[in-house]
Nanobody, 123 residues
C-alpha cells in the first residue's frame, strides 16, 4: 500500500503563508501526478494544485499567483506554500496521487488520498 502522510496546517493568520508537506511512503508509479485538494465545510472538494513527474504544474484560479508547489524526489516529499492567505482558503487540505492526462494538467483521477490536514485562516 502507498500512504501519503501530510504535515503542517493548523491555525494561520490572514495575509500570512501556509506551508504543508506530503511524504510518500511505499512504492508508487513515478509517472503519477501529485497535488493538493481542499474542502471547506458544506462545499465540494476542489483541486488546488498539481505537479507531474517532470515538474510541470497546474494551479487553480483561486490560488493563482499565490501558490508554490515543489517536489523533493530525494525525500519523496511534496511541498505546498500558499501566500497571502484569505479566509476563503480555510478548509481541510488533502494530498493526492493520481493521473494527469496532459502535461501541466490537473489531476483527473485520484488513486491515493492523504489523511487531510485542517487549515483555519484567522483574521
Amino acid at each position: 500500500q502507498v500512504e501519503l502522510v501530510e504535515s503542517g496546517g493548523g491555525s494561520v493568520q490572514a495575509g500570512g503563508s501556509l506551508r504543508v508537506s506530503c511524504e510518500t511512503r511505499g512504492n508508487t508509479d513515478k509517472t503519477y501526478c501529485m497535488g493538493w485538494f481542499r474542502q471547506a465545510p458544506g462545499k465540494e472538494r476542489e483541486g488546488v494544485a498539481a505537479i507531474d513527474s517532470d515538474g510541470s504544474a497546474n494551479v487553480a484560479d483561486s490560488v493563482k499567483g499565490r501558490i508554490f508547489i515543489r517536489k523533493d524526489n530525494a525525500k519523496n516529499t511534496l511541498f505546498l506554500r500558499l501566500n497571502d492567505l484569505k479566509a476563503e482558503d480555510s478548509g481541510v487540505y488533502y494530498c493526492a496521487l493520481g493521473v494527469c492526462l496532459i502535461q501541466g494538467g490537473a489531476i483527473t483521477r485520484v488513486r491515493v488520498w492523504g489523511q487531510g490536514t485542517q487549515v483555519n485562516v484567522s483574521s
